[in-house]
């Protein structure tokens, strides 16, 4: 609120704060309140902490939104994947819900862009190869998925878009091979296959 250090840094510590604090920089002009700054401030010192730290911090909030009785180590696995993309904690039940239940809500404007007859018939045949996967990892995925676009003389994002679509319900996210590592095969063929029923019966309707 019109101090600084008279550098260029902007991110400190409460320790660090006081030390450098002084009323001599305080600028003698209005401060101005800017909740997009203050967000972004909010993000950087999120990105501070460790992945542990974050996850002890998202239980309570993914608790009050009825997510309960979390594997540690996996929501660990989910801070690291979305460490980046999280401004603030509240945000972590929404943006990260998905890694947790399966998405009930799918983004109308991304179901309108990326899902269609083609989409599904694309994306059962993913999850016909995806199923038989081994060693289920980000790497594989990725060439099957490339490999199988390929196939259909199709880019990679005729198959990536509609494909973190069925997964998330969300048109931006993470990395999708990543994604796809962490939420595992079962619960990636068992999405792929639901959207495929839901966008066929959204076709014949």
Request: without cysteine; proline residues 3%.
């Amino acid at each position: 609120l019109g101090w600084n250090p008279g550098d260029e840094r902007e991110i400190f510590t409460l320790e660090q704060l006081i030390q450098e604090f002084s009323l001599e920089r305080v600028g003698k002009s209005g401060a101005v309140f800017n909740i997009e700054k203050l967000n972004w401030m909010n993000q950087q010192h999120l990105r501070l902490k460790t992945d542990e730290e974050i996850a002890d911090l998202a239980v309570p909030i993914l608790e009050a939104a009825g997510l309960k009785d979390i594997e540690y180590r996996y929501l660990v696995s989910v801070v690291k994947l979305m460490k980046e993309r999280i401004t603030l904690l509240p945000d972590f039940a929404d943006f990260a819900g998905y890694f947790f239940r399966d998405p009930e809500m799918f983004d109308e404007k991304g179901v309108k862009k990326h899902w269609s007859d083609e989409a599904a018939n694309a994306l059962a045949l993913l999850a016909d190869r995806l199923e038989s996967a081994s060693p289920f990892t980000h790497q594989v995925i990725e060439e099957i998925l490339r490999g199988l676009a390929e196939e259909l003389m199709v880019g990679a994002g005729k198959l990536i878009h509609p494909a973190r679509l069925a997964l998330s319900g969300k048109v931006v996210g993470p990395g999708l091979f990543e994604m796809m590592e962490l939420l595992g095969k079962e619960t990636v063929v068992r999405r792929l296959r639901n959207a495929v029923g839901l966008i066929r019966r959204a076709e014949a309707s």
